[in-house]
């Protein structure tokens, strides 16, 4: 089993962090520091928020697909 360095897997965090605060609705995700505060310095802990994260905008879009009528019918 292959190990990843730790310096590679936070960076690779941060770029997932990044993608989702700037693409995902406000609010989904906390701040770094805040998940830090709440569960550790843990890289797993910040994963666990960006999954959450990710899971919350799905649930979002898939609450506005379902109240917006299909785009034929829209008049």
């Known amino acids: 089993m292959a190990t990843i360095d730790?310096?590679?897997c936070r960076a690779a965090l941060t770029l997932i962090r990044r993608t989702i605060e700037e693409y995902c609705p406000p609010g989904v995700l906390p701040s770094e520091?805040?998940?830090n505060a709440?569960?550790?310095p843990?890289?797993?802990h910040e994963a666990?928020?960006?999954a959450t994260a990710i899971?919350?905008?799905v649930d979002k879009l898939t609450l506005l697909?379902?109240?917006m009528p299909p785009a034929s019918s829209i008049t």
């Open 6 to 8: 730790i310096a590679e």
């Open 65 to 67: 697909s379902r109240q």
């Open 38 to 40: 709440l569960h550790g």
């Open 55 to 57: 899971v919350a905008t």
């Open 33 to 35: 520091e805040a998940v």
């Open 48 to 50: 666990e928020a960006l």
């Open 42 to 44: 843990d890289p797993m």
